[in-house]
């Protein structure tokens, strides 16, 4: 009973304070992989395209044909 009132009370403080919980992304954005390299270790480095802006990620995943999910 304890946790669910400390939940409630701070659930309830967030709405006096007019505080926005973040939202998770959603999958309306265009993310892309635009191409990528395995290095000597291993992980493969890519060029991640979101929206208008170019990222690079790495990767631990093995195989040789990587999508977006796997950066």
């Not at 270790?41 to 977006?68: C, F, P, Q, R």
Request: hydrophobic residues 30%; charged residues 25%.
């Amino acid at each position: 009973m304890a946790n669910q009132s400390k939940d409630n009370f701070y659930k309830r403080l967030n709405e006096l304070a007019a505080t926005k919980i973040k939202s998770k992304p959603s999958d309306l954005s265009s993310t892309t992989l635009v191409d990528y390299k395995r290095a000597a270790d291993g992980t493969a480095l890519g060029i991640i395209k979101e929206n208008h802006n170019y990222y690079l990620k790495t990767s631990l995943t093995k195989g040789e044909n990587l999508s977006v999910a796997d950066f």
